[in-house]
Nanobody, 122 residues
């Protein structure tokens, strides 16, 4: 399942961005999706996950209440809406796919996008 992220950019602290991850292939609706991020000098970390139907979501504590993950299976796209951005949210954001249900472990995902840079200035 090829994945392509978009929507990253430079934003001031307190601002918002919406990331998109478009998938090609007809089985997108059966894949759970996750968003991960990797800041300079740090390991990649889980941000948010959504199951195949969109009926279940999960967030890292660091983004809970500020980020929202959603999906549109008709468009083969998953989104990450980010509000109240902080400088510590600066990272390369990746979307990833695995069969059926999300997981917080990056090794559980089978497909990855190339990443999109998010930079939050103070």
């Amino acid at each position: 399942v090829p994945l392509v992220e978009s929507g990253g950019g430079l934003v001031q602290a307190g601002g918002s961005l919406r990331l998109s991850c478009a998938a090609s292939g007809g089985t997108f609706s059966r894949y759970a999706m996750g968003w991960f991020r990797q800041a300079p000098g740090k390991e990649r970390e889980f941000v948010a996950g959504i199951n195949w139907s969109g009926g279940s979501t999960y967030y890292a504590d660091s983004v809970k209440g500020r980020f929202t993950i959603s999906r549109d299976n008709a468009k083969n796209t998953v989104y990450l809406q980010m509000y109240s951005l902080k400088p510590e949210d600066t990272a390369v954001y990746y979307c990833a796919a695995r069969w059926w249900d999300y997981d917080v472990g990056e090794r559980k995902y089978d497909y990855w996008g190339q990443g999109t840079q998010v930079t939050v200035s103070s």
